[in-house]
């Protein structure tokens, strides 16, 4: 598979030497690091299982009480108290390296899910209906906080860890063996013209020592 | 301080409107769906997006890679098991076995 067309000089050899050397570092680089990431990516998939699994079910439950707190209140009231809501959900959002891959990591500042008597609307003007649909919401943006934060990391990690098997392959398959190659190469010719010399020489000895007989 | 957003149709938003975001994006066709979208991106006091999954599909091509690559905002696809299966399926990729579940 010598796909390397190279001149079969010295220079050369030990130039491939060199370049054999460092691949076979950079390899071993790349093993590690893509080691690395799977072990974080395993380590993060269990938690990511639960968050997102969890908040699935509390979108389809949030739908359902919004779908009936409309139905028997009207839209109108449901829209009338999204008006009097005031806090709006706030958060510290701060950017996290594992190994080169730049993830969010999201702090919140305040519980979203509040008591009842918290909001900022009237409890008694207001049924119990649309109490529940603003608490499933609450807490499903909160599940959307946790979601946001775990989906994007292992997003990422997953792209990285394609990426730098991708590379490790290549190297451990096609560089190196393509490079040995022609360092064989070089190698066996330098040996075949220092034959051919030696030869020559012999030759040119025994014609000398027969010309001065 | 970052915020929330949600991007979807008035049905899907009015329930993000309880809890008291303000950053709510109504969109009724695939136009404003996208004009709602790069205006988030153009925006940075917005930390999280919340996205309908099947109208994160709509978006074109170029404008979910940007997305993708973004980590301000943090896009979150809602609503069926479609997000799920993408990961599952791009885990099954890189790591050559299915890991979830």
Not at chain 1, 92 to 101: A, D, E, L, R
Not at chain 1, 131 to 155: K, M
Not at chain 1, 159 to 180: D, F, G, Q
């Amino acid at each position: 598979m010598s796909v390397v067309k190279v001149q079969p000089t010295r220079m050369e050899l030990i130039k491939l030497r060199r370049r054999i050397k460092m691949a076979k570092r950079g390899h071993s680089l790349l093993k590690m690091k893509r080691d690395g990431l799977i072990m974080e990516f395993r380590e993060l998939l269990e938690e990511a299982k639960k968050v997102i699994g969890g908040m699935a079910e509390k979108y389809e439950k949030a739908m359902q009480k919004l779908a009936l707190a409309m139905a028997v209140d009207g839209v109108v009231a449901v829209k009338s108290i999204a008006m009097a809501r005031q806090c709006e959900p706030k958060f510290v959002m701060h950017k996290k390296n594992i190994m080169g891959v730049v993830v969010p990591v999201i702090k919140r500042e305040e519980k979203i899910v509040r008591c009842v008597v918290e909001r900022e609307y009237g409890v008694l003007g207001t049924t119990a209906r649309i109490d529940e649909a603003v608490e499933a919401f609450e807490q499903l943006v909160d599940a959307i906080l946790e979601v946001a934060e775990i989906e994007t990391t292992i997003r990422r990690l997953i792209e990285e860890i394609e990426k730098t098997k991708r590379r490790v392959n290549a190297l451990e398959y096609r560089v190196i063996p393509s490079m040995e190659e022609a360092c064989k190469f070089i190698a066996f010719k330098l040996e075949e013209m220092d034959r051919e010399n030696i030869i020559r020489l012999k030759k040119l000895k025994s014609k000398k020592a027969k010309q001065e007989a | 301080m970052k915020k929330v957003a949600v991007i979807g149709d008035p049905d899907f938003t009015i329930g993000f409107r309880l809890v008291g975001i303000r950053d709510v994006y109504d969109v009724t066709n695939d136009e404003e769906l996208v004009n709602a979208v790069r205006d988030v991106l153009s925006r940075d006091d917005i930390g999280i997006v919340v996205i309908r999954y099947d109208d994160l599909k709509k978006l074109p091509v170029m404008l979910r890679r940007e997305i993708d690559e973004r980590v301000e905002p943090t896009f979150v696809a809602v609503g069926g098991m479609g997000s799920v299966e993408e990961l599952r399926e791009k885990i099954r990729k890189a790591i050559g076995v299915d890991l979830w579940k």
